[in-house]
């Protein structure tokens, strides 16, 4: 069983990203609205080629990931 936090923090740990707080709150501002709708996450071209397709999977596959990639999505498009 998977016990490990799944948030955005550990989130952008994992995509080897600035994860404070702070961090992650400038990355939204930084591309926040620049999503088409049609566009979806791991498409977008501020990812490198590992981030793209750890989120690409984390959707596939539904995994544990899965939530918490949705909410950066929809934080990213508003």
Do not use: Y
Not at 14 to 29: M, N, P, V, Y
Not at 37 to 66: K, Y
Not at 71 to 76: D, E, I, R, V
């Amino acid at each position: 069983m998977d016990t490990a936090t799944h948030d955005l923090n550990t989130l952008f740990d994992q995509l080897g990203l600035a994860s404070s707080d702070h961090d992650i709150k400038e990355f939204i501002h930084q591309h926040g609205g620049t999503l088409p709708d049609s566009m979806q996450l791991h498409q977008a071209p501020f990812w490198n080629g590992a981030q793209a397709t750890f989120l690409a999977e984390a959707i596939r596959e539904d995994a544990e990931w899965a939530e918490t990639v949705d909410t950066l999505s929809a934080l990213l498009r508003h």
